[in-house]
């Protein structure tokens, strides 16, 4: 396109901002002592728990859910006691039954 052909709009325009510079090129305005321009940052990540926590997290509630489905499917859908479904022996005779023990 010509400037005969242009618009007055499209004169008007003002060019579109400049891609952010690399690295190397902030490194290199840095060491010849020239002004860099500020970072551009879209998005900035803040962990407020750390990841180690978040898998303990994660295993606590795991392990949470499971005892509350045990005790509500031991003792409220089947015949026994809420409170037996977390005993050990309760757990010893069920495996028993399915080994063919009992």
Not at 23 to 49: C, D, F, H, Y
Not at 63 to 74: E, S, W
């Amino acid at each position: 396109m010509n400037n005969e052909n242009r618009t007055e709009l499209q004169l008007n325009k003002k060019e579109s901002p400049a891609a952010p510079i690399t690295r190397a090129e902030r490194r290199r305005l840095i060491s010849e002592g020239k002004a860099v321009p500020p970072k551009r940052t879209l998005w900035v990540q803040i962990r407020i728990l750390p990841i180690w926590l978040r898998i303990l997290l994660v295993a606590g509630l795991f392990a949470g859910a499971i005892a509350l489905g045990v005790t509500i499917g031991y003792g409220y859908m089947g015949d026994g006691d809420p409170s037996d479904a977390l005993k050990k022996e309760t757990w010893v005779h069920i495996l028993d039954i399915m080994n063919g023990k009992e």
